[in-house]
């Protein structure tokens, strides 16, 4: 795949840029099943609770943390647990500091 292409695809070269930090930063995240961080279709709220505590927990010791904050601020996921942050969290945040 092209850098341009990558680019277009993640919402432009800045975008690209920092999930590319992320990567190189060794995410602990690449190891681990992506539902813990994205969530199965339908889950009780317990459920939701449960995964994203544990999906928190392993974004808070890993070495991409910096970074994927960076990427999930630029990007505003809609969904999910980015930097140890749900998104509803990550959308807070932003307004918190806006």
Do not use: H, N
């Amino acid at each position: 795949m092209t850098a341009a292409l990558m680019a277009a695809l993640l919402g432009g070269e800045r975008q690209a840029g920092l999930l590319a930090d992320v990567a190189d930063a060794g995410p602990a995240c690449q190891l681990a099943d992506a539902d813990l961080f994205i969530g199965p279709d339908i889950e009780t709220d317990s459920e939701r609770r449960e995964r994203e505590a544990s999906a928190k927990a392993l974004c808070r010791r890993c070495p991409a943390l910096t970074e994927c904050l960076a990427y999930a601020v630029a990007t505003a996921p809609r969904y999910g647990v980015w930097a140890a942050l749900t998104a509803d969290e990550l959308r807070a945040l932003k307004a918190e500091v806006a």
